[in-house]
């Protein structure tokens, strides 16, 4: 059994947590890959190393002197080697980086230094061997993960040991730069290890008991989802459910390797299995959602013309309109004589005049109608799919509780029943969805 363990930027916060990482640790002889993101926020008030990194960055583009917020990084790392009574000479290596400190630096390669030193700290803490993640994780020229050069070069290192700790966040490009990934990457360095070792489990250690069936920020204490398939979970964070890095799915999703969401601070609670699941239409077994997750702020643009369904052609002219301002489209729910396109407002704010004025020159329609402040709310589970009337029951429960759904969608697996409704109803809505399907 093998299990890659990464834990994130406020389980190794400072000493405290790091002896709560160290205990998970060495209670289970398969936790023997453990990935570290850079030490994060104490309490709420605090700075993430990461975030004050950036803010180095800034400074010296600027040509603003960063001592002070490079004194803070610096004071953080020393206080957890010294609680620990390590003997890793990080003061000289913070000094080394310090003396670098100019206009020039790579931003890469500077905010890549908070894994790097928190890896290192880690490694000594733990006895594991410390694996810098330059060293064996590449991406092509085109962003993407060179799989087949990061798994030959793990299987180098592990000629030379079984035990590492590795930095999460960032990897090398062909050259050997330094090339960091999307905030919060260090669950895809945890995915991408799991899948070239081909661990039996991805641990993810953050700081909330696993996902739960809604934000608890609008439903009062939410249950915990137990177990989650990864195409739910793609639906639930596009919506806007957070606890993973969404690209942190499709590595493992590939091998078929669970992830599992565990809380370090409550490392009993067995927190939310990820893994394909099998969807028997004729099982009752488990609730008919899985969760639910929303996102405010959309924008619909309605286009309606008469005759429309015989006319070739007219949809494809709008959304060309679209791309033409590089605007990525949500969904596009269609009638008889209208269709619709859904965007994120943000996208479309600065062009939205010239966009209607297009959309009428392209599509000659009867009649153009921008409907902004629309929030979106998934209701997602696998057991919805091929089951009749779970919408019909959503849509009549949002009717008795007054709310006016101003537009539908559905993926084509049936694992979601998206409802469009105005900003304003957005938390009513989740909470009305909550106690009929969940709490009823
Ligand atoms: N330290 C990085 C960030 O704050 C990456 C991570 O924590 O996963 O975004």
Redesign the pocket.
Known sequence: MIKVVKF??SSVACAKQFQKVKDIVLSDDARRFVVV??A?RMHKDDN????LLYLCHAHLRYSVSCDPIFQMIEDRFIAIKNELGLTYPIEKDLDNLKQSLRKNIPLDYL?SR??YFTAKLMAEFLGYTFLDAKDFIYFSYDGSIDFVKTKEMMEHHLLKSDHFVVP??YGAMPDGRVK??????????GSILAKVIEANVYENWTDVSGILMADPRIVKDPRRIEKITYSELRELSYMGANVL?EDAIFPVKEKNIPINIRNTNDPFNPGTLIMELENDPSSHEGSLVTGIAGRKDFTVVAIYKNHMSNEVGIIRRALEVFEHYQISIEHIPSGIDSFSIVVNSADIKENIYDIVAQIKEQCRPDKVKVISDIALIATVGRHMSYRPGISGQLFAELGNNGINIRMIAQGTDEINIIVGVENKDFEKTTRVIYEKFVRD
């Not at 960091?180 to 360095?189: E, K, L, P, Q, S």
Request: aromatic share 4%; no cysteine; proline share 0%.
């Open positions: 994130g930027g993101s850079a994060g993430k190393i990461t975030d905010v908070g894994e999460g966040f960091i990934m999307a905030r919060g990457g260090g669950d895809i360095t890095h």
